[in-house]
């Protein structure tokens, strides 16, 4: 008779999806993985068969938890008293910099992977395209009739601010591309 697992799957997952987040896919070995999540080798191979099946579950888990909440509140339906699409827009850049300035290097995981592992794995990609087109949809009705023509341009914009934010970039280039999102609203 097999053992029960010693340990909750869903906490296991948020910390590796969090050791990713902070190494990148190629650069967590496994032992940083077995480091952050507190568990065997075994358990691990257990539990997620490889460590690109983890880096997949954890895509999903950061789809489900950061991407999905993004997501929510820019395609919110406007109020009379709440933030316009734009705002909603330009706060959600401004907290990707705010982060940024209090020490969050981590950027983005989808936006990560994006330039990372799924330039060579197809299935990775997919996962990555998924999140990257829940931005798109999100952007797009954040900003009604006029979306279709900003979204994919939002969505460019979004992947290299967060991935400039892994980087070693002056303050300066990072709120400048938040700035630069002033422009687009007053064109």
Same mark, same amino acid.
């Given at each position: 008779m097999a053992?029960?697992?010693?340990?909750?799957?869903?906490?296991?997952?948020?910390?590796?999806?969090?050791?990713?987040?902070?190494?990148?896919?190629?650069?967590a *070995? &496994?032992?940083?993985?077995?480091?952050?999540? $507190?568990?065997?080798?075994?358990?691990?191979y257990k539990a997620f068969t490889d460590k690109k099946t983890l880096f997949l579950q954890s895509l999903e888990n950061y789809d489900q938890h950061i991407v999905?909440?993004?997501?929510? *509140? &820019?395609?919110?339906?406007?109020?009379?008293? $709440?933030?316009?699409?734009?705002?909603?827009?330009i706060g959600l850049f401004e907290n990707v910099a705010n982060a940024w300035d209090a020490g969050?290097?981590?950027?983005?995981?989808?936006?990560?992977?994006?330039?990372?592992?799924?330039?060579?794995?197809a299935?990775?990609?997919?996962?990555?395209?998924?999140?990257?087109?829940?931005?798109?949809?999100?952007f797009a009705a954040a900003l009604g009739e006029h979306g279709e023509t900003y979204a994919d341009m939002l969505v460019m914009q979004y992947i290299g601010l967060r991935v400039l934010c892994r980087s070693?970039?002056?303050p300066n280039v990072v709120h400048n591309g938040v700035k630069s999102l002033y422009v687009l609203r007053d064109l």
């Open positions: 053992r029960p697992r010693e340990f909750d799957t869903e906490d296991a997952l948020e910390k590796a999806m969090n050791v990713f987040w902070e190494r990148g896919y190629e650069e *070995s &496994l032992p940083d993985l077995l480091d952050g999540m $507190g568990l065997s080798r075994g358990s691990l999905c909440d993004a997501a929510a *509140s &820019l395609s919110a339906p406007p109020t009379r008293t $709440g933030p316009n699409g734009w705002d909603r827009i969050d290097r981590r950027g983005c995981l989808l936006c990560s992977a994006a330039v990372g592992p799924a330039s060579y794995d299935e990775i990609a997919d996962a990555v395209s998924q999140g990257l087109m829940k931005l798109r949809h999100a070693h970039v002056a």
